[in-house]
């Protein structure tokens, strides 16, 4: 009997001792999602039911557990959010977030995620001049009010200078916020607001030390992204006397509210959102936001609810698509409010020039930003350089190295840790541009260079040659490309809405940079420059928010569906040498829209699109209810208990079309299948108009459009067509693609929307197709 009492003494001692492990267990963030309906009267403000809530739920574990005061840290709220969600982010343990699942209005919660965030020429490369088109007409973006989320700004930059901007408008709420060297007097009217978020991140990190803690930028991508969207025109600007010219922003006369979310200690959804919270109560227009989140659903994605809110207000949101290419199924923000953004490149190429000694000159790639002067200097072949105690013994000589299995990024440091006297690069890889930014002198060269090179080296005894760098090329062609590194869609969020929706330029795009941080590195030294050139989606994404506040300069009364509508079907399929574009990360074969969404951003076409394809709350509620989600996860986007999914499809007006034909290779099944879309477009365009579809052929597949004439008595009219598509259910290539187009008689508007058919599938499309 002893013997019982004693083990039931210590399996009641042991759980009593796990609860209390459970309770004192470190604390998470969550980001919890509660029912606003079920708000007590007593309360005037949502924050002080969630700080009651929090109290209720500290008091109650507290008395469940009933350890010494100092043992517990009771839950701490660290936002309270007005319009993104209805609900806070707070810090809890594990015992704390059980409780609060049983308090009343609690909807769901979700862990706080880590964030990751994804010009002189390129203003002009878009077609935008001073004397005609979308600049002059919307006055360059006058009174539209740019909202930034990234890492900061550094305000003395003369892209934000203000000595052309009139007074700020007058509806603008936000403010500027004092920190670690920022105060309000950094601001003008240019730069109308800054402020900064980081409470999740130190609750994540308490023993961080947040090195900055202000809106001041120490990063550089902030600068780079919000100076590239409304950067004030500078004269005189250059990286290292590569991209000589003038800078200017999408939008130089819009105005820029920077909110630092992203800090060098890390970045978390829960100042993320808190920070695009404060941007709809300050009174932004358009939200540039060059970051996002891998594999989350929608309704755990917080920039997808926190941007729906946003949409709800009129603000037109720009995201990047993430630089996770050139493989199918890696692009983020594949959210169906939004734009999402992938990157091409320009006509505008960096480079150098290597003059071998029998005085033939041979170009290649680089933004080495050295003074070097490296004349008549022996040259020597060495394979693959590999070799690094071979590659030592050479000396002061120029390597010429050949990559025959993608080794580059091997050779580069060999050379580099060789101490020769500069190394040329031959090389067919698709990213050689990421090893531009060389810390030693180097050319890169494609292997069409490479026979010249290599039969002057062998038919000479004592070979030399000359380099001679920070040459900048212009009209470069063909150009523009989708870049390797774009990821790519189908979305694995949303796969029904084709993404990404557009590509704008993102390649080596010149834009401001903090004075006081380093762009390179050449010797051991750092270099500083006030303006930089660097890649990604995060470039081509803010180059997208500034042409939709010029548009929005233009167009007041349009919805942030119609802009999108506009900047799709006007943007451009062929490049500029009318053939179509191509993609660098498929061996230069014609990009899909998978890469580049509908094509190449087209400001000037998009200003009188003449059709728009609109979409409501309504369409983008009864689209979540088509994905198959419960009513909890669709209210944690649209914030309302009352959702009606009596009408539900996935079939949204988008003005582009995503079939999935990867049916079952099962003697049962119909060899064929068909899938309808249908459209409804209206008419912007002044007058009576007839607009006729035509369709590219496709491979394999059958399109037709019914009715294929529309006519438009007057302005506003809507007219609805339906697209069909038929085709083998098992389909033989990955993707088929074509477009539908809509011209109207007389050729004065082309409205074109990107079809594609694939057989690439993910979880949602088996399960619902």
């Known amino acids: 009997m002893a013997t019982h009492k004693l083990a039931l003494y210590v399996w009641l001692s042991f759980i009593s001792i796990s609860h209390l492990i459970s309770t004192l267990a470190k604390p998470d963030t969550y980001i919890v999602y509660m029912d606003l309906s079920a708000m007590p009267k007593a309360f005037s403000a949502q924050h002080h039911w969630y700080s009651a809530t929090l109290q209720s739920v500290s008091t109650t574990v507290r008395a469940d557990t009933n350890p010494p005061s100092n043992v517990f840290s009771s839950s701490k709220l660290l936002y309270s959010y007005n319009h993104v969600i209805n609900g806070f982010s707070a810090s809890l343990t594990p015992a704390e977030l059980e409780v609060l699942k049983t308090s009343p209005g609690y909807i769901s919660s979700i862990t706080d995620l880590p964030v990751k965030p994804d010009t002189t020429h390129s203003s002009q490369f878009l077609g935008l001049q001073s004397k005609s088109g979308l600049w002059p007409l919307s006055k360059y973006g006058q009174d539209v009010i740019i909202g930034v989320v990234d890492t900061g700004v550094w305000p003395e930059s003369e892209s934000f200078n203000d000595r052309a901007m009139t007074e700020i408008p007058s509806k603008w709420k936000g403010e500027c916020e004092t920190g670690t060297q920022f105060n309000s007097s950094l601001c003008n009217k240019k730069l109308i607001g800054a402020r900064f978020f980081n409470r999740g991140l130190i609750a994540k990190n308490p023993n961080a030390t947040i090195s900055m803690n202000s809106t001041r930028d120490t990063d550089g991508h902030g600068t780079h992204t919000s100076s590239t969207a409304a950067g004030s025109v500078v004269e005189g600007v250059s990286y290292f006397d590569y991209a000589v010219g003038t800078a200017s922003g999408m939008a130089p006369q819009a105005r820029v509210a920077m909110y630092k979310a992203i800090w060098e200690e890390g970045a978390f959804t829960s100042d993320i959102i808190a920070a695009i919270d404060q941007a709809i109560i300050d009174g932004v227009d358009v939200l540039s936001m060059s970051l996002g989140l891998d594999g989350v659903p929608l309704y755990e994605d917080p920039l997808a609810i926190a941007t729906f809110a946003a949409i709800e207000k009129n603000i037109f949101v720009s995201t990047s698509a993430g630089n996770q290419g050139p493989f199918f199924g890696t692009l983020h923000n594949g959210i169906p409010w939004v734009l999402t953004v992938a990157a091409g490149t320009m006509d505008r190429e960096f480079g150098a020039i290597l003059t071998l000694g029998s005085g033939v000159q041979v170009k290649g790639s680089s933004l080495y930003p050295g003074n070097v002067s490296l004349s008549q200097v022996p040259v020597v072949f060495m394979d693959d350089c590999l070799n690094l105690t071979e590659l030592k013994k050479v000396g002061r000589k120029i390597v010429v190295c050949q990559d025959k299995n993608e080794s580059i990024s091997d050779q580069v440091d060999n050379i580099q840790n060789a101490k020769v006297a500069a190394g040329v690069f031959i090389s067919d890889i698709d990213n050689s541009e990421s090893f531009l930014h060389s810390s030693f002198p180097a050319i890169f060269m494609n292997s069409k260079n490479a026979d010249i090179i290599l039969n002057y080296i062998k038919s000479n005894s004592g070979p030399k040659a000359s380099m001679e760098f920070r040459k900048t090329d212009l009209g470069v062609k063909p150009e523009p490309t989708a870049t390797s590194y774009s990821s790519r869609g189908p979305s694995p969020s949303c796969p029904f809405v084709l993404k990404p929706d557009i590509m704008a330029p993102g390649d080596l795009v010149l834009a401001a940079w903090p004075s006081k941080t380093a762009v390179t590195e050449v010797n051991s030294e750092l270099l500083f420059s006030n303006f930089n050139l660097i890649s990604g989606t995060s470039m081509s994404c803010p180059h ?206 082309v409205v074109k929307s990107p079809i594609v058919v694939t057989r690439l599938s993910t979880d949602n499309t088996e399960e619902l197709s």
Not at 570 to 597: R, W
Not at 598 to 611: F, Q, T, Y
Request: proline share 5%.
């Open 544 to 749: 997208a928010a500034g042409i939709a506040a010029l548009l929005k300069g233009v167009h007041r009364e349009w919805s942030p569906a119609a802009i999108r509508s506009a900047i799709m079907t006007s943007a451009d399929s062929a490049d500029n040498t009318n053939a179509p574009i191509k993609d660098s990360g498929k061996h230069n074969e014609p990009a899909t829209p998978l890469a580049m969404g509908a094509g190449h951003i087209n400001p000037n076409k998009a200003l009188e699109p003449g059709l728009i394809y609109d979409a409501t709350l309504e369409d983008y509620v009864s689209l979540l209810c088509a994905l198959n989600f419960t009513m909890t996860q669709i209210q944690t986007i649209t914030r309302s208990s009352s959702t009606n999914c009596s009408v539900s499809s996935l079939d949204i007006n988008y003005p582009s079309f995503i079939a999935f034909f990867n049916g079952n290779d099962s003697k049962s099944e119909p060899k064929s299948t068909v899938q309808e879309f249908k459209r409804t477009v209206t008419n912007v365009g002044e007058g009576t108009s007839t607009y006729l579809a035509t369709v590219t052929a496709m491979k394999g597949f059958k399109v037709s459009v019914i009715p294929d004439k529309l006519i438009f008595k007057g302005k506003y009219e809507k007219q609805s067509y339906k697209l069909i598509i038929e085709g083998p259910k098992q389909m033989e290539e990955e993707v088929a693609f074509g477009y539908l187009t809509w011209t109207e008689t007389g050729g004065q508007h």
